[in-house]
Every structure is written in C-alpha cells, then in structure tokens.
T-cell receptor, first 114, second 113 residues
Framework: DTAVSQTPKYLVTQMGNDKSIKCEQN?????MYWYKQDSKKFLKIMFS???????INETVPNRFSPKSPDKAHLNLHINSLELGDSAVYFC?????????????FGPGTRLTVL | AQSVTQPDIHITVSEGASLELRCNYS??????LFWYVQSPGQGLQLLLK??????LVQGIKGFEAEFKRSQSSFNLRKPSVHWSDAAEYFC???????????FGQGTTLQVKP
C-alpha cells in the first residue's frame, strides 16, 4: 500500500562511518528526489533522478552519492559521516514536469551522527 | 532566482477559529504553487496546488488558498481550525525548468483548546 517508502526510519552512527538510505516508490513515477530537512525544519533539495538519469545535483558534498538502479528506486550513500550530516532525509517522487509537479514524500529517515 | 517566504514562523490559534497562513513567492512567470503539511514525525502531504485557472484553489481537509499575482502571494486559509491541524505547513514554488520545488521556511501551527 505504501506509496513512497524509506529504510531505515532511524539511523544512529558514529562520525567517519559510511551509511546508506534506501527509497522505493510504487506510484509508477519517473522522477525521484532526495531532500534534507535540518533542525530548523528547512527543506532543501539535494538530488533528483529522472528515469535513472541525474537531473538535479545541488551543491552537496562529494561524500553524498545517489544511485538509482531503476526508476522505482533511489538510494543515498553517505561516506565519512560528519556531525553536520545529522538531519531528516526525505525521499520523494513525481511525474516529471519541468515547471514542478506534485511530489509524494516518504516518511523520512532521521540520521543522527555522534 | 525563485524563492518563497513564509513570514510567520509560529502561529497559535484557538480551536474553531479561522486560520490564514501567509506565503509570498518570487518568480518571473506564472508559478506552480503548492502547500504541504507535515505532522510530527511524518513526511509531507500535499494540501493543494495551483497551476493555472481559478485563483481560488480548494484542497483536502477543508483548506483553500488564493493566488494573487499582484501581491505575489498564495495564502492558505481554513474557516475553522481543528486540534488535529496542529502541524508544520510549507509553501513551495516549482522552480524554472528543472522540476524541483523550492520550499519556504515553514510555519508551525499550534491549536489551543
């Protein structure tokens, strides 16, 4: 039933570790996104993939690497985690419209770096 | 560059009172505009959207929003607030030709019994 799902829901890890977050959508959408929500609730786009092709890559450190094995999945791998990476990461999906379209969000992954 | 401003960081209203959340945008052409709600510990849910046509848009949960081009605004309204409406509300604008959404800072709504 779940439209956009993310795993894990919570992730607690030490500085310097590498971790991955997975996202899957069953809505048949062709575009997926990763957002970061900081402690002040500010939401900022990080990446977007359309049919497995990277179309948005905001100024995000190279330690963050998205991977889209197919258009229903978008994973986020983070190397050498830092304290500042602590945030809630949201995956979203939509049908692509260059001017913007309704995006469906997952429940979020709360990452805590100690 | 496109931007969205939500001037009110925090709003408190009494249950049953009316609500208006403000949103101002900066965009060169006719924007695509959205309002999302985020309940504690949850993802974002779309309340309503405006692409074109009638400037008064109806959404879910009894919310509506009015697009005013002259004021670059897209304010969200509800005639009678319920305790379950307490949440974070985000206004967003579709950006340029990339399809991304640019979000405002959010407004926290608290509902008093």
């Amino acid at each position: 039933d779940t439209a956009v799902s993310q795993t894990p829901k919570y992730l607690v890890t030490q500085m310097g570790n590498d971790k991955s977050i997975k996202c899957e959508q069953n809505l048949g959408h062709d575009t997926m996104y990763w957002y970061k929500q900081d402690s002040k609730k500010f939401l900022k786009i990080m990446f977007s993939y359309n049919n497995k092709e990277l179309i948005i890559n905001e100024t995000v450190p190279n330690r963050f690497s998205p991977k889209s094995p197919d258009k229903a999945h978008l994973n986020l791998h983070i190397n050498s985690l830092e304290l500042g990476d602590s945030a809630v990461y949201f995956c979203a999906s939509s049908i692509r419209d260059p001017r913007g379209n309704e995006q469906f969000f997952g429940p979020g992954t709360r990452l805590t770096v100690l | 560059a496109q931007s969205v401003t939500q001037p009110d960081i925090h709003i408190t209203v009494s249950e049953g009172a009316s609500l208006e959340l403000r949103c101002n945008y900066s965009y060169g052409a006719t924007p695509y505009l959205f309002w999302y709600v985020q309940s504690p510990g949850q993802g974002l849910q779309l309340l309503l959207k405006y692409f074109s046509g009638d400037t008064l848009v109806q959404g879910i949960k009894g919310f509506e929003a009015e697009f005013k081009r002259s004021q670059s605004s897209f304010n969200l309204r509800k005639p009678s607030v319920h305790w379950s409406d307490a949440a974070e509300y985000f206004c967003a604008v579709g950006s340029g030709n990339t399809g991304k959404l640019i979000f405002g800072q959010g407004t926290t709504l608290q509902v008093k019994p």
